[in-house]
Structure formats: structure tokens, C-alpha cells
């Protein structure tokens, strides 16, 4: 069935690292050999091999309206002819900007980078240069992107390759980093205490996608709130995942919380490589050049990038029936999940919000990464290639979560639940 991937994995080897450019593709946690994709279309990949597969990864998010949607690839056609990159300004960069203000709440201004790494990277930096405190506070198993602040105790491929302390990431930097239990409000309170003065800023993701996905229990996410308010931490809502995913204001909109910064990436590229960040002026005045925190790329702002992503925006935006239908698809499929899942006998959670969901063996909840770590991840490891066979691509790690596309039919979604009722009876 896989015959030409495992040749392109192969040959991959020879010359990348690991033969893949980014860790959790290369199937090792799962094991096996990973896919090699040639195209895709609507909520289908196709690999190498010809094999055809329904999609719950979308390129990890972005692809909500499904793969290769037409207007976005007929835009980028089009703008290509005018050059792919000018290094100077450009009215479309304005009018990305003022979509995206329309669009999210407490966001007075956006700079656009190239990646959800660079987002957060350059908010956590923007949130030092704005208090002049050190220190941050991240939730194990969230994962911010590869940016050194981050890599500690930090969910997705981190967590998935099991990986305690990175190499390379420097002790000064790592002990900046402070980091709780995500859902553990005392905890947090605890290390507020103790470092008093000291934090810049609080970083997390609204809803957990690193580490499956994760819920914030009540009060959380206000409880947060209300530290960073009392103490004056800045508080980033890291809605790299969630932005324009859960709502088209993403989790602030969704789950009515206030961010200081927000940082945006997957969805509001298209598909592109893009990230941004944005908040209140009072604070992103500071970034250069209006003040001195410095932040640049040479190829931010990318015509390309932002025309693939504004017309990806504009049709989530004029058509809010969308968030409905993924969440009507989401919920089918849940509950389809949970009847073949309860027959098995087998223990199980799933966790859902909006079009994200995970399934995590677990006799216990799942609400933080101790809980999806104490899952049974052997039998995830099973049941993702029992479902690679019947032709569902899941994210190859139980440290992920699964995002749905609108290109979904019921059919997908009856075919995916008939698949993992003959995968458990394979598996079990
Ligand atoms: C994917 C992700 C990032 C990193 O984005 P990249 O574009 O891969 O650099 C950051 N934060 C969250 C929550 C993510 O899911």
C-alpha cells in the first residue's frame, strides 16, 4: 500500500534530517513509515501511492474550508504575476490588517510574521520590553512553537518524542520559563506569589490542541485573567490554532476572555506560510519602529501570504454559517465516535470543542498533559494505523488534536466512524 513512500522515506533520509522538515511528520512516535503526499482536494489527500485518504489533520489547521480551495488558489495565481515579494510596503497588507481588526476582538493593531513561532516569540519579547519583567508563565504540554522560551515542558512533538529538556535551549533562557499544569488556577497563583514583580507576561493556549485537545474548565482562563489584571502580567492568548477556528474571533469571541496579545498563525495564512500578533495600542506601540522593541522579516507581510490568507478571512467572515456546519460535523462525529467507542468496552475520552477533537484511551479525564500522558498512547499508536489502512489520516500522535474542514460530508464522517469501529475490533 505504501511502497513509494517508503522509497521517498528512504531517499528523504539521505539528504533532511530525519528525512522530514518538521519532527511529528516523520510517524516516529506511531511508528511505521510516513505518508508522501502528492495532492489534495477538498477534505481528501491523495499519497505517492495513489492511496486516498479523509483528512483530520488539514496542514495541522489552516485547511478549514478544505484543501486547495479555488478562490484562494486563483488569487494566489493571480497576484504571482506581480511579483512574489516587494520588501516595501503594500496595500494589501492594510487591507489584511484592517480584516483582521474587523474580525477579532481587542485587537487595535497586527503585525504580520511568517510563522506562529515568530508570533509568539515576538509577543513574549514585546510583553518583556513592555513591563521590563523577565519571566513567563507557560502550561505543560502547551506547545508556542520551537522558539527557545518555549521548549520547556511543551506539548506536540516535544511531548510526543518525549523530549525532557532540548539540547541547545540555554539554562538562562529555560529558567525564565516558569510552567503549571494547564486547568490549575493555584498553581498558578502559587508561582505569581513567589515571583512577584518578576513576570511579564502569561502564555496559553485557550484551548489545548499539543497535547490532544484539552478544555479549560470553568473559570479557568477568567481566573487567569484576573491575575494578569491584579498583578499587570500580560496575558497572550496564544490562538495560533484556535484564531478564526473556533469563531471567527477565535477563543476571545468563543469562550468571551480578553487577550492583552494574541498571536495568530495556521487558519490566517490560507495555507501560506503566516503568523501574527496583535493587542491593544497601548502596548503595541512599543514595537519598532513606532517604539523600540525591535521585530522585522524581510519577507513579512508576503503578497502571496497575505492574499491567500485575506481572501481565506474574508470568506470565513461572510459566511458565519461555516463555524455552525463544523461545529454540527464535529459534534456528528463525536457522537458516532462515542457510540462504537462505549461498544468496544475499551476506556476512552473524547474531548471536543468547536471542530477540534480528541480521542485519548483513558479511564480517567483528560484535562491537562499528566492526564493525556497517563493515557494509554500504546493503543493510539494501533488505532492510528488501523485507520491509516482504511484510508483516515489522523494526526499520528495522541498529543495532537484532530481539526475538521467544511469540505466534510456526513459520509466522511460515517465512513471515519465505521472505520474506527472495524480498527477497534482489529486492535482490541
Ligand atoms: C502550530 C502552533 C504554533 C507554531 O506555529 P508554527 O507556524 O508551526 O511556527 C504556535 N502555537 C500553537 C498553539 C500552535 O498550535
Redesign the pocket.
Known amino acids: 500500500m505504501f511502497e513509494k513512500s517508503i522509497n521517498l522515506f528512504n531517499r528523504a533520509q539521505q539528504s533532511i534530517p530525519g528525512g522530514v522538515n518538521s519532527p511529528v511528520r516523520a510517524f516516529k512516535s506511531v511508528g511505521g513509515t510516513p505518508v508522501f503526499m502528492k495532492s489534495a482536494k477538498g477534505a481528501y489527500m491523495y499519497d505517492a501511492d495513489g492511496n486516498r485518504f479523509i483528512d483530520y489533520i488539514n496542514s ?2 489552516p485547511m478549514i474550508l478544505g484543501h486547495a480551495y479555488e478562490p484562494v488558489v486563483k488569487a494566489i495565481q493571480e497576484t504571482a504575476q506581480y511579483s512574489t515579494s516587494f520588501g516595501a510596503p503594500t496595500e494589501l497588507e492594510i487591507e489584511m490588517a484592517e480584516l483582521i481588526i474587523s474580525m477579532v476582538p481587542n485587537v487595535d493593531l497586527v503585525r504580520m510574521v511568517s ?4 508570533a ?1 516569540m515576538s509577543a513574549i519579547r514585546l510583553a518583556r520590553g513592555f513591563t521590563g519583567h523577565n519571566k513567563i508563565i507557560k502550561f505543560e504540554g ?5 522558539a527557545d522560551s518555549f521548549l520547556v515542558k511543551a506539548g ?1 512533538g516535544v511531548a510526543t518524542f518525549n523530549i525532557q529538556t532540548v539540547p541547545g535551549v540555554t539554562a538562562g533562557v529555560a529558567n525564565d520559563t516558569l510552567t503549571c499544569a494547564y486547568n490549575d488556577l493555584d498553581a498558578v497563583k502559587q508561582l505569581v506569589a513567589e515571583h512577584h514583580g518578576e513576570i511579564a507576561a502569561i502564555i496559553i ?1 485557550p484551548v489545548a ?2 497535547m490532544g485537545c484539552i478544555i479549560p474548565q470553568p473559570g479557568f482562563l477568567e481566573g487567569l485573567r484576573a491575575i494578569c489584571d491584579m498583578q499587570g502580567i500580560v496575558f497572550i492568548m ?1 490562538e ?2 484556535t484564531g478564526f477556528r473556533l469563531a471567527q474571533g477565535g477563543a476571545q469571541e468563543r469562550l468571551n476572555i480578553k487577550a492583552d496579545l494574541v ?1 495568530y ?2 487558519v490566517i495564512g490560507g495555507g501560506m ?1 503566516v ?1 501574527a500578533f496583535g493587542g491593544k495600542k497601548e502596548i503595541m506601540q512599543h514595537i519598532s519602529p513606532l517604539g523600540n522593541v525591535y521585530q522585522a522579516g524581510t519577507l513579512s507581510g508576503n503578497p502571496l501570504a497575505m492574499i491567500a490568507g485575506y481572501v481565506m478571512l474574508k470568506t470565513l467572515k461572510e459566511n458565519a454559517a461555516i463555524y455552525k456546519q463544523l461545529d454540527e460535523m464535529t459534534s456528528y462525529l463525536h457522537k458516532g465516535l462515542n457510540e462504537v467507542l462505549k461498544a468496544s468496552g475499551t476506556p476512552y475520552v473524547i474531548n471536543q470543542l468547536g471542530s477540534m477533537i480528541s480521542v485519548h484511551f483513558s479511564d480517567h479525564p483528560v484535562i491537562n498533559f499528566a492526564t493525556a500522558a497517563s493515557a494509554n498512547n500504546e493503543l493510539f499508536k494501533k488505532y492510528f494505523h488501523a485507520m491509516l489502512k482504511r484510508g483516515v489520516y489522523l494526526p499520528p500522535s495522541a498529543f495532537e488534536t484532530w481539526f475538521l474542514c467544511n469540505a466534510l460530508t456526513k459520509e466522511d464522517i460515517d465512513v471515519t466512524i465505521q472505520a474506527t469501529k472495524e480498527s477497534l475490533q482489529e486492535i482490541l
Open positions: 495541522w489547521g510563522s506562529g513561532t515568530e509568539c502547551c506547545y508556542h512553537g520551537h506536540s493556549e490542541g499539543n496564544d495560533v490554532m498571536t498563525g495556521k506560510p503568523g
